[in-house]
C-alpha cells in the first residue's frame, strides 16, 4: 500500500543544487549585450552580485547549498510528496496521481526557494537594498519574506492589474517590511514613457521588470531580483524535483510523465531538470519518461512563440536571450493566472524544448479552473490559478489512461495554493471567467520587433 503522503526527513534537503546546463548535448546560447557580443559579468555585474553571476554561467554540475540557506528552508522543507488518490478514484483511472506541494511555504508557492538563496548572496556581498518586479504577487512577497529572513530592504514594482486583483499580496509583502508600488510608476524612465503613451496602461512583467532593473543600475548599493527565467533561478528551484525523486524512491516508484505549469519556467525546470539528470545518465527508469510545461493559450509562448534571441523586458533593458518569445512588446491578456503572463521564457527550459527533450501544451483558461475545482474537491486543497494548468494536464492525462487501460505514475508540480486567488473563483464559480482566444495578429505583430542578431 503507497503511502498518501511520503515525507522526507528533514536531513533529506538537498545538499545540493542541480545545474541541467552540465547535461546539455549543445552548449546554450549565450545571452548578447545590444551590440550582439556576449555580455561580460561586468555589465552583469552593475544589477547582480557575483556569486550569482557565477551560477548564472556555471556549467558544474553540482552545487552546494548555503547551510544558511537550508536552515531557511527547513522552516517548510523538505515538500511533501502526495498521491491523489480520491482524484484517482474520482477520475476512475487506472493512473497513479502524485503531486509535490510547494504551496507550503510562508509565502504559499515554490517561489522562495530561490528568493532565500538569492537574499542570502546579496546580504554576503554587503548588497544594500533588492529591487523586483512582481506579477500575481507571487515573487514579490517570496523575496519580501526572504529579504525580511536576511536583514534586506525590498522594493517591489507590482503589475498594476494584478495589484489592483490582489491587494493582500500587497499587505503581504508590507508585512513583511517591502515597499510596493503599481507599475508602471513615475519613478522611472521606463514607467514615466509607458504612462506618457497610454495613462491607463495596466502594466505587465516585461514592463515591470524595466523598472526594477533601472532601479538596480541606477544605484550601486542596490541589486536586481527576477523570481524566474534566469539560469541560476532554475538552479535553485531543482530542490523541488532532488526532493521528488528521493520520494519516489522510498515507494519504489517511478514517473512516467511529468507535468508542471510554465510562466517563466523555474518551477517547471525546478522538477523536471533533477528526472531529466537520470536520462541523461543512463537510468533505464528514465528511459521514456516525458516531461511536458504546460502554458495558457492566451499567452502562448512556448507553442505559438518564436525560438529566437529577445528582450527579457518591454525597454529593451536586459540582455537578449535564445528562447522562446512571443515578442517582448506582446501584451498578454489580463488573465488570471498572472505568474503564466510573460513574452518569453527560460533559456533553459526553450532550449530543451527545441532538441526535442521536453514537450509543451496550451490549456485554456476556464478548463484550468475546472480542473483546480475538481482537484479542490477530491483532495481538498485549493490549488493557484497557475497551478491549474499542470493539474488539468495531469487530469487529461489519467482519462486517457482510462481509454488505454495503461496504468502510468503522473506526476505533476502543484506549484501553490489559491488562497489570495478567490477572487478569480469567484469569478469561474459565477460563470463570468472568459477564455480568451489566441491573439495570433498581435503575436505576428510583436514578433516583428524582435532585435536583428548576425
Ligand atoms: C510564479 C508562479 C508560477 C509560474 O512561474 P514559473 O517560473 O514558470 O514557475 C507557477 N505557479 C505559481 C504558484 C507561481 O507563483
Known sequence: MIPLRISLEPEEIPSHWYNVVADLVNPPAPPLAPDGNPVTPEQMGAIFPMPILEQEMSAERWI?????????????????????????????????????????????????????????????VGTKRLTTETGAGQWGSSIAFAGQMFGLPVRVFMVKVSYEQKPFRRSMMQTWGAEVFASPTNLTNAGRAALAADPDNQGS???????????????????????????????????????????????????????????????????????LADKAAGDKRAANLRCVAVEPTS??????????????????????????????????????????????????????????????????????????????????IIPAPESCHGIRAAIDEALRCKVTGEAKTILFNLTGHGHFD????????????EDYEYPAEAIAESLKHLPKVD
Not at 498521491?83 to 484517482?88: C, S, T
Not at 526532493?243 to 514517473?255: Q, R, S, V, W
Not at 499567452?299 to 522562446?324: F, N
Not at 501584451?331 to 527545441?354: E, F, K, T
Request: glycine share 12%.
Open 64 to 124: 552546494a547549498i548555503p547551510e544558511e540557506v537550508r536552515q531557511i528552508y527547513a522552516l517548510w522543507r523538505p515538500s511533501p510528496l502526495c498521491r491523489a488518490l480520491r482524484l484517482e478514484q474520482a477520475l476512475g483511472t487506472p493512473a497513479k496521481i502524485f503531486y509535490k506541494y510547494e504551496g507550503v511555504s510562508p509565502a504559499g508557492s515554490h517561489k522562495p526557494n530561490s528568493a532565500v538563496p538569492q537574499a542570502f548572496y546579496n546580504k554576503m
Open 205 to 275: 512583467l516585461g514592463l515591470a521588470i524595466s523598472e526594477a532593473v533601472e532601479e538596480a543600475a541606477g544605484d550601486p548599493g542596490t541589486c536586481y531580483t527576477l523570481g524566474s527565467v534566469l539560469n541560476h533561478v532554475l538552479l535553485h528551484q531543482t530542490v523541488i524535483g532532488l526532493e521528488a525523486k528521493k520520494a519516489f524512491d522510498k515507494i519504489g516508484l517511478y514517473p512516467d510523465v511529468i507535468f508542471g505549469p510554465c510562466g517563466g519556467g523555474s518551477s517547471f525546470g525546478g522538477i523536471a531538470f533533477p528526472f
Open 422 to 433: 478567490m477572487a478569480s473563483y469567484d469569478r469561474f464559480l459565477s460563470g463570468k471567467l
Open 299 to 380: 499567452c502562448p509562448t512556448l507553442t505559438k512563440g518564436a525560438y529566437a534571441y529577445d528582450y527579457g523586458d518591454v525597454s529593451g533593458y536586459t540582455p537578449i536571450m535564445r528562447m522562446y518569445t512571443l515578442g517582448h512588446d506582446f501584451m498578454p491578456p489580463g488573465i488570471h493566472a498572472g505568474g503564466l503572463r510573460y513574452h518569453g521564457d527560460s533559456p533553459l527550459v526553450s532550449q530543451l524544448l527545441h532538441e526535442g527533450q521536453i514537450e509543451a501544451l496550451a490549456v485554456p483558461q476556464v478548463a484550468t479552473f475546472e480542473a483546480g475545482v475538481q482537484f479542490a474537491r477530491a483532495e481538498g
